[in-house]
């Protein structure tokens, strides 16, 4: 099962990624837009996720996904790090996330990781 210092090693071998604490948490960031953070717990982070996509997501797999009550009004899902599979779960993922707030500059850049679905 994947940990917190999977999330952060994983996250920052995307390109362009940086870690920056906010919020007294480590967040992490594609050309400065946030696109993952480890709450304070380290059990679980959350990511990027279309809103439709993110309540698909939940209901299917409430035992792995959850809406935060604060982040309820934006496009983010929490993901329980325990309920992972492995590692290349986790990357696929984190990936998505970054492939949301990613520019056009680094999508072009990195074909491999793919375009972000329109939701």
Same mark, same amino acid.
């Given at each position: ?29 594609? #050309? +400065? ?8 717990? %380290? &059990? =679980?982070? !959350? ?12 209901? #299917? +797999? ?8 604060? %982040? &309820? =009004?934006? !496009? ?24 949301? &707030? ?18």
């Amino acid at each position: 099962m994947p940990d917190a210092e999977d999330v952060r090693r994983v996250a920052l071998s995307l390109p362009d990624t940086t870690e920056k604490v906010a919020w007294s948490m480590p967040t992490f960031r594609v #050309a +400065e837009k946030m696109f993952a953070t480890l709450p304070e717990d %380290e &059990a =679980s982070m !959350a990511v990027r996720c279309p809103k439709e996509e993110r309540d698909e997501l939940v209901l #299917a +797999e409430p035992d792995k996904f959850w809406i935060a009550d604060h %982040e &309820a =009004s934006f !496009a983010w899902v929490r993901v329980r790090l325990s309920a992972l599979e492995d590692e290349h779960e986790l990357r696929d993922i984190l990936a998505d996330s970054w492939r949301q &707030a990613a520019p056009t500059r680094l999508l072009d850049a990195y074909p491999e990781l793919g375009r972000p679905v329109a939701g």
